[in-house]
């Protein structure tokens, strides 16, 4: 589904991907784990289309990404990508059904449709009770799996997550990684997650070990 071939980049002097190789199959969850500087997020970030790389390609489902323009691009990450990172990025002002319906909305689907989604969601998460709150009335883990629906709204081909669970508490963070393998279960969704939690990406259906901008054994 998800394929990265031969992955450069280079910030300045410093090479940080060092021609990485990786494929994603639907339904996988899949962790990326090692130390900090070794490449992990930058990799997702060119996976997601949120960067580019120096050379290389990525495709999703036969679209070859790097061909698209940056008008198209949006318009694919859009529709085919659901990010969660860290830091959940809810705004403020809007509340979590708001919040959840957003990407929806800017992809152009209809109002209604797009609510009734954003409540299905919401219930699925444990958190349809927090439907009319806003961030600063909702603890970390509930904003969290706010963001997690915000990610599942357009019925993404894949959720690429960089340390979810990295501003959580064990307790918060062990249920995070539970939601996801029940929405792989449910939806047959596919995860490419960033972790420095080797106990959590043990659960994943495989785990990839970065070091110094190389995938290795």
């Given amino acids: 589904m ?10 300045g002097s410093v090479e940080v991907l060092k021609g990485v190789d990786m494929e994603i199959g639907k339904g996988e969850v899949v962790s990326i784990v090692g130390p900090s500087g070794s490449g992990k997020s930058t ?7 949120l960067d580019k790389a120096d050379m290389g390609s990525v495709s999703m489902n036969g679209t070859e990404i790097n061909s698209l323009s940056p008008k198209k691009m949006a318009a694919f990450r859009n529709r085919h990508i659901g990010f969660v990172f860290q830091f959940h990025h809810l705004l403020p002002e809007f509340t979590a059904l708001e919040n959840v319906c957003i990407p929806g909305w800017l992809a152009g689907r209809k109002k209604k449709e797009v609510e009734e989604k954003a409540k299905e969601l ?3 998460l444990n958190i349809g009770h927090r439907m009319e709150n806003k961030p600063n009335a909702m603890s970390g883990g509930e904003q969290q799996r706010v963001a997690v629906a915000r990610a599942l709204i357009n019925t993404p081909d894949i959720v690429f997550a960089d340390e979810p669970t990295g501003n959580l508490d064990s307790a918060n963070a062990k ?3 539970q939601l996801f393998f029940d929405l792989k279960q449910k939806f047959s969704q596919t995860f490419l997650i960033v972790t420095h939690n080797e106990e959590l990406a043990g659960l994943s259906d495989r785990v990839l070990h970065m070091k110094d901008g190389k995938i290795v054994e």
């Avoid at 998800?2 to 910030?11: A, S």
């Avoid at 990799?43 to 289309?49: E, P, V």
């Fill in 2 to 11: 998800l394929k990265g071939k031969n992955i450069y980049k280079r910030y």
């Fill in 122 to 124: 919401l219930q699925i």
């Fill in 43 to 49: 990799l997702l970030h060119i996976l997601g289309t």
């Fill in 175 to 177: 249920e995070l990684h």
